[in-house]
């Protein structure tokens, strides 16, 4: 089975500051999706930014921004002027292109300090 | 919310008793998931199915079946509920759409076993 790995099990930050999310995962695939999800206290899963692994391009979808390391099979989500609204718990997630099977990391608990 | 049902959302009960949990969906999506979600282990893939009758185990399977008799139907059993199966329950669908394939979930069941 692959490998999904967040290290950082809580994070914090400063309202209106720059925090880093980091994920790694393990693959011997070379075609591959990769995901961020948010989970607000409210439980439900929301799909923040999505990455194809055969784009060199990093995705941006807004204040939300992803650095993706092929080679060093690392996917770290950055959020930029962070707000109230973005504390949640962060789960990156993979999928190879041929399966169908999604796999999700332990997750981050991200606390935003007014 | 891509169309996505989950009942209940609450449950509450006796261990060795039989539960279902349903999910249903409105789009006709052809794979749907189901994924519990404990503190420390992230969202783990229980079962999921690629179409009417057709469903395949994920990483943590024992203890549950599915079944699927309509397309927007996609059932978890738990057959003699365990205090180790309190967790949360998600059901997902996997849609593609602009942007490739994506995970859209439910809002998740609360499941207790006493």
């Known amino acids: 089975a692959q490998t999904v790995t967040q290290s950082q099990p809580e994070m914090s930050v400063q309202e209106a500051e720059t925090v880093t999310l980091s994920c790694t995962y393990d693959?011997?695939?070379?075609?591959?999706?990769l995901f961020w999800y948010k989970q607000p206290p409210s439980r439900q899963m929301i799909l923040v930014i999505r990455?194809?692994?055969?784009?060199?391009q990093n995705a941006t979808e807004n204040r939300f921004s992803v650095n993706f390391q092929k080679a060093a099979k690392s996917f770290s989500l950055k959020i930029s002027d962070s707000q109230l609204g973005d504390a949640a718990m962060y789960f990156c997630?993979?999928?190879?292109?041929?399966?169908?099977?999604?796999?999700f990391g332990t997750g981050t608990s991200l606390t935003v300090i007014p | 919310d891509a169309g996505i049902t989950q009942s209940p959302r609450h449950k509450v009960t006796e261990t060795g008793t039989p539960v279902t949990l349903r999910c249903h969906q409105t789009?006709?999506?052809?794979?749907m998931y189901w994924y519990r979600q404990d503190p420390g282990h992230g969202l783990r893939l229980i079962h999921y199915?690629?179409?009417?009758?057709?469903?395949d185990k994920g990483e943590v399977s024992d203890g549950y079946s599915v079944s699927r008799s309509k397309t927007e139907d996609f059932l978890l059993t738990l057959e003699s509920a365990t205090s180790s199966q309190t967790s949360v329950y998600f059901c997902?669908?996997?849609?593609?759409?602009?942007?490739?394939?994506?995970?859209?979930f439910g809002s998740g069941t609360q499941l207790s076993v006493l």
């Open positions: 199915s690629y179409g009417v009758k057709d469903t």
């Open positions: 997630a993979y999928r190879k292109n041929t399966g169908n099977q999604f796999y």
């Open positions: 693959t011997s695939e070379s075609d591959y999706y």
């Open positions: 990455q194809e692994a055969y784009k060199q």
């Open positions: 789009e006709n999506h052809r794979y």
């Open positions: 997902a669908i996997s849609e593609r759409g602009q942007g490739g394939e994506k995970l859209f």
